[in-house]
């Protein structure tokens, strides 16, 4: 579950700096606004699938602390990318159960 959440992590992290760096100075500067339409589709649905992967890991796999601030990450700018550093380091891991 992991790899899938940072890889669209990543595809999400880097849809919003194309939507705010590329997208935005074409419509605003060159008048061209087909590209935020694009692009901002393809962002808001990544949102989406970031988002829903947290809601079906917790409780599975991070604790509900992971929701919270990966929600957060997903609304701050490059904050999937600092947020799968935590989530790696298993700050968010839920306790194995112990056998005896």
């Known amino acids: 579950m992991k790899p899938l959440l940072a890889f669209v992590g990543y595809l999400e992290g880097f849809s919003f700096l194309i939507l705010m760096f590329y997208a935005m100075p074409m419509k605003y500067f060159a008048g ?18 970031y988002v829903g992967l947290l809601f079906i890991g917790v409780g599975r796999h991070w604790t509900i602390t992971a929701l919270i601030h ?16 935590m989530l790696i ?12």
Not at 70 to 85: N, R
Not at 89 to 100: H, I
Request: charged content about 15%; proline content about 9%; hydrophobic content about 50%.
């Open 89 to 100: 380091s298993g700050e968010y891991d839920l306790d194995a159960p112990s056998v005896d």
């Open 70 to 85: 990966g929600f957060i990450a997903a609304v701050v700018p490059a904050g999937p990318f600092l947020f799968e550093g």
């Open 32 to 49: 061209e606004p087909e590209m935020v339409s694009l692009f901002g589709a393809v962002h808001g649905g990544l949102f989406t699938v």
